[in-house]
């Protein structure tokens, strides 16, 4: 099959030496993609700025701000089996970004934020791959998620807690709820990312088994 992913965190110009970012490291992104691979499918990787190496089998596509992110998976998105939005794409960008270096002065500085575009919740419901999104929460993390899940269309969520320090964000470990669209949900419990990511391969693979056979039957 041919996965898309999409991994790590977006960068949103403030000035050209400035930007507004998060916590995500990348790792659970590219774990799924390695493991992606080590089954035996085709990668195409979109990135934000990590500090991973790139996984040697897939095609990686470096992006730095939602709006690439946006653009980048509408362009690769029709060509796949199965899109992973992994990526901690930033809820919101500065209104304008300022040519020059803000300088420091003395008075209070307010930046005005707009929302970014969301890439899931853009994506045509007509549509013919399985669309996997995640949920990074802090707290009431399954209704969250779940939430999440209808408003954005998705086939399957993924679903974190990124308050905790041993797991999660910018950790090698990570411990997961999926939530199906048939209300079925599946726990992962605490491990490295890896495995953690080829159960989440071998999931996404039965999914789509499942839907074969029953557009079949
Ligand atoms: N996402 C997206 N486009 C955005 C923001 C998020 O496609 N502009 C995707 C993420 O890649 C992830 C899912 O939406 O798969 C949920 O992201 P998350 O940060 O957990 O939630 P938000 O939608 O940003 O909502 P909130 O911050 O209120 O929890």
């Known amino acids: 099959m041919r996965f898309l992913v999409t991994a790590g965190p977006t960068r949103e110009p403030i000035d050209p030496v400035r930007y507004l970012s998060n916590r995500s490291s990348g790792k659970m ?75 420091k002065r003395e008075a209070k500085l307010l930046l005005e934020l707009i ?4 890439v899931l919740a853009s994506l045509p419901k007509a549509r013919k791959y399985l669309v996997v999104g995640f949920a990074a929460e802090t707290d009431n993390i399954q209704t969250n998620a779940q939430k999440k899940l209808l408003k954005k269309n998705c086939d399957i969520v993924v679903a974190n807690d990124v308050s905790r320090a041993d797991s999660g964000i910018e950790s090698n470990e990570n411990e997961v709820t999926i939530l ?24 996404f693979e039965n999914v789509c088994e499942k839907r074969l056979t029953k557009k079949i039957a």
């Open 29 to 103: 992104g590219y774990a799924i993609a390695e493991a992606a691979i080590e089954a035996g499918h085709e990668v195409v990787l979109i990135s934000g700025p990590v500090d991973i190496d790139r996984p040697r089998a897939a095609a990686v596509i470096p992006i730095s701000t939602s709006d690439e992110m946006f653009v980048a998976v509408h362009e690769h998105v029709p060509n796949c089996d199965v899109l992973v939005m992994c990526a901690a794409v930033a809820d919101y960008k500065p209104v304008a970004v300022f040519t020059k270096k803000i300088k």
């Open 115 to 118: 929302p970014t575009r969301d």
């Open 180 to 203: 199906f669209r048939d209300s079925q949900k599946k726990k992962i419990s605490r491990a490295p990312k890896k495995i953690i990511a080829r159960e989440l391969i071998k999931i």
